[in-house]
């Protein structure tokens, strides 16, 4: 079962205005969440992360916000730049039960010049 | 459809030992690529498949091999282990490429190398 969800699979933006990424989770368990980036023929690099105690998360342009009550995290990245295009991973873990990452299936983000 | 599977679920070896481990992808999907997630190193790109051909490899010795079949169905071996082979073994698939597309991850194998 898909216990994290990303129901976007492509997103458009233009450069210079604000993306953002959702992802859902349904287990409540998890404590840990994190956003991975991918390009084109790479595995998957750690961009940012949030823990359960916070509700917000900001390194640079890249902001995470967690709404645990909705079971709902978003990545925002202001502004934009072509360089963001690429794929991102949504991840969620429970630490207090493993440290198994579970996965959404991704959101190819496409920024326009 | 059913989703990713990846056999078997957990796994307990010996240094010095080998391991197979298997992926089979979400039907109709012909990309098939492997990761290690490790606490310490977090998620690390192994190799991807693509028609039984590997098209793209990560930064990890030879004693780390895969292949794939015709079905799309996809083996990870892992030769002579060491205790830092220890980790969750995680498998994706896509439909087409996986350079430009999504990827949907099978729930892992737990190898704990002893």
């Known amino acids: 079962d898909q216990q994290v969800k990303q129901n976007s699979p492509s997103l458009s933006v233009q450069e210079g205005r604000i993306s953002i990424l959702n992802c859902d989770y349904t287990?409540?368990?998890?404590?840990?969440f994190l956003w991975y980036k991918k390009y084109p023929a790479e595995g998957p690099t750690f961009l940012i992360s949030?823990?359960?105690?916070?509700d917000k998360n900001e390194d640079g342009r890249f902001t995470v916000f967690l709404n645990k009550s909705a079971k709902h995290l978003s990545l925002h990245i202001v502004p934009s730049q072509p360089g963001d295009s690429a794929v991102y991973f949504c991840?969620?873990?429970?630490?207090?039960?493993?440290?198994?990452?579970?996965f959404g299936a991704g959101t190819r983000l496409t920024v326009k010049p | 459809k059913a989703g990713v599977t990846q056999t078997p679920r957990y796994l307990i070896k010996t240094r010095g030992q080998q391991v197979t481990l298997s992926c089979s992808p979400i039907?109709?999907?012909?990309?098939v690529s492997w990761y290690q997630q490790t606490p310490g190193q977090g998620l690390q790109f192994l190799f991807e498949?693509?028609?039984?051909?590997?098209?793209n490899k990560g930064n990890f010795p030879g004693r780390f091999s895969g292949r794939q079949f015709s079905n799309s169905r996809s083996e990870m071996n892992v030769s002579t282990l060491e205790l830092g082979d220890s980790a969750l073994y995680l498998c994706?698939?896509?439909?087409?490429?996986?350079?430009?597309?999504?990827?949907?991850f099978g729930p892992g194998t737990r190898l704990t190398v002893l």
């Open positions: 994706a698939s896509s439909p087409q490429d996986s350079s430009t597309d999504t990827q949907y």
């Open positions: 287990n409540s368990m998890f404590d840990y």
């Open positions: 949030i823990s359960s105690i916070k």
């Open positions: 991840a969620a873990v429970a630490l207090g039960v493993s440290n198994d990452m579970r």
């Open positions: 039907s109709g999907h012909r990309s």
């Open positions: 498949y693509f028609s039984e051909t590997q098209r």
